[in-house]
């Protein structure tokens, strides 16, 4: 079972910045992709960006070159450092990890609990 925990969301000015982090913790055999995704009201989750466990990276359109995401993998970390916000990045965040359970077993999706980020005008 793996747990994350998100930290870091609040309440910013628009132009402002947030940084978003993420632990995993509990027992598994190893974490393949992390990443984050957002759900603003009425609206559908939304991938934000994710990254490998080699680094890679991916993001959503909306967010290229204003958002950045890392991560650790020797702590089971991801974090997220999102500069020039804009009230459209209002939104709860939360956090992705494909864990792999054993050896033997294939990838579950885990997700985290959500931080709320409001970007106000």
């Known amino acids: 079972q793996v747990r994350l925990v998100e930290l870091g969301g609040g309440l910013v000015q628009a132009g402002g910045s947030l940084r978003l982090s993420c632990a995993a913790s509990?027992?598994?055999?190893?974490?393949?992709?992390m990443g984050w995704y957002r759900q603003a009201p009425g609206e559908q989750r939304e991938l934000v960006a994710t990254?490998?466990?080699?680094?890679?990276?991916n993001y959503a359109d909306s967010v290229k070159g204003r958002f950045s995401i890392s991560r650790d993998n020797a702590r089971n970390t991801v974090s997220l450092q999102m500069n020039s916000l804009k009230p459209e990045d209002t939104a709860v965040y939360y956090c992705?990890?494909?864990?792999?359970?054993?050896?033997?077993?294939?990838?579950?999706?885990?997700w985290g609990q959500g931080t709320q980020v409001t970007v106000s005008s």
């Open positions: 992705n990890a494909r864990v792999v359970p054993s050896a033997l077993s294939f990838e579950r999706i885990s």
């Open positions: 990254i490998s466990k080699g680094g890679n990276t």
């Open positions: 509990g027992t598994f055999f190893s974490i393949n992709d």
